[in-house]
Nanobody
Framework: QVQLRESGGGSVQAGGSLRLSCAASEYANTIGYYCVAWFRQAPGEDREGVAFRNRFGGVRYADSVKGRFTISKDDAKSTLYLQMNSLEPEDTAMYYC?????????????????WGQGTQVTVSS
């Protein structure tokens, strides 16, 4: 069972940067076989996927964050990262990391069976 724990959230001004981390524990030496992703959920909104990384290193981003966010993974540390630059007030949300075993990297949140508890990101104008 993979357990995920996010960290690195906080409050920044528009234009600033943050790096989120997601540490995997419990049999985490298999994390290299997982698709990993970052989702976010703003108050009153659905949870949306913003960045995805498959087990082969392929990445995909939501249009709203393309060019500003970068997803990366360090298998040796069993840690997933989300580098967020040029942050905008619209990026304010709770951010969650998620994982699902296999080569497929779906955009639908219900297909992910491992989730962290979330970390809050607040961007002020």
């Amino acid at each position: 069972q993979v357990q995920l724990r996010e960290s690195g959230g906080g409050s920044v001004q528009a234009g600033g940067s943050l790096r989120l981390s997601c540490a995997a524990s419990e049999y985490a030496n298999t994390i290299g076989y997982y698709c990993v992703a970052w989702f976010r959920q703003a108050p009153g909104e659905d949870r949306e996927g913003v960045a995805f990384r498959n087990r082969f290193g392929g990445v995909r981003y939501a249009d709203s964050v393309k060019g500003r966010f970068t997803i990366s993974k360090d298998d040796a540390k069993s840690t997933l990262y989300l580098q967020m630059n040029s942050l905008e007030p619209e990026d304010t949300a709770m951010y969650y990391c998620a994982a699902v075993y296999g080569s497929d990297c779906p955009i639908e949140r219900h297909r992910y069976n491992h989730w962290g508890q979330g970390t809050q990101v607040t961007v002020s104008s």
